[in-house]
């Protein structure tokens, strides 16, 4: 799919206006469908009148756990799998990234993300001293950590040589009202630093490529991307050649003010060589 380069930005009021002139639908879940603590109701009920208006529903996350995983998170957050047709993760994604690195690999990340190796015949070391790649999920500790606290760890890294591969692109997300480091950070860090980084999630095109198969989607399809993250949602979107529905009031909020203008959002996608076809403050 070619990558869209301009288009015009309007305001909607609602998903219900658009959605009829698309097949698919690749809806980021973390701060769209729920903030890390709740769910959001009226997102939740216009992905199912999405789907029942005929459209197929990808959730497309930078998670870096499995799509099981994440669809037992949203059990819990109450999230009906009325909602959706297929969960697609940044973890999944990157599996084949761990498998062909051959390991042993260096694990960056809590012990809640393990399930991403499940099944794996791949080693994992507790140093870096024998690892042949280091994979980040996460920070260790991420309610009290920031990626300042990972400099000499990188560092080392670094001094080994060692590849990182990225299970979740995203710098930050909301927890409730709090950002939360991502991965992504660490990856940008050590990038930052000369350190070579593998990712497979948003923006990279093997996640839409796996959602595609996952959602047994067309290759001519016309399928619009929903999301809050400017350079995972909307890059990765516009790089593979989706509509883009932007949510406002996610984790750019700040950039966009509280109620922006069609021109100031397009103003600002501009910026970042952006294009999104619609905008609204957050799904419904």
Not at 189 to 210: C, F, N, S, T
Request: glycine share 10%.
């Amino acid at each position: 799919m070619d990558r869209i380069d301009s288009q015009p930005t309007r305001k909607i009021a609602a998903l219900a206006e658009v959605a009829g002139g698309y097949a698919a639908i690749f809806c980021d879940i973390w701060g769209v469908v729920h903030n890390g603590e709740r769910k959001h109701p009226a997102a939740e009920e216009a992905l199912v009148a999405a789907r029942s208006g005929g459209a197929r529903v990808v959730l497309l996350t930078n998670s870096p756990r499995p799509a099981a995983a994440v669809m037992e998170q949203l059990d819990g957050f109450g999230v009906t799998r009325e909602a959706y047709d297929a969960v697609v993760t940044s973890g999944d994604a990157t599996r084949a990234l761990i498998a062909e690195s051959g390991g042993p690999v260096f694990h960056i990340g809590p012990e809640r993300d393990l399930d991403l190796f499940a099944g794996l015949d791949v080693e994992r070391t507790g140093s870096p001293d024998a690892a042949r790649a280091a994979v980040a999920t996460g920070l260790y500790h991420d309610e009290k950590e920031t990626p300042d606290d990972y400099r000499d760890l990188l560092a080392d890294l670094k001094a080994r040589d060692l590849s990182m591969i990225c299970a979740n692109p995203d710098i930050v997300v909301h927890r409730g009202e709090r950002l939360i480091y991502c991965a992504g950070a660490l990856a940008r860090d050590y990038a930052a630093a000369g350190g070579k980084v593998e990712l497979a999630g948003k923006p990279h095109a093997p996640i839409y490529r796996q959602a595609m198969r996952v959602g047994d989607i067309a290759q001519d399809t016309g399928i619009l991307a929903i999301g809050d993250g400017l350079m995972t949602d909307v890059k990765g979107a516009n790089d593979f050649g989706c509509d883009v529905l932007l949510i406002i009031h996610g984790i750019h909020g700040a950039e966009f003010g509280a109620a922006p203008a069609e021109e100031v959002v397009a103003r600002v996608l501009a910026e970042k060589g952006l294009a999104a076809r619609y905008f609204m403050a957050a799904l419904a």
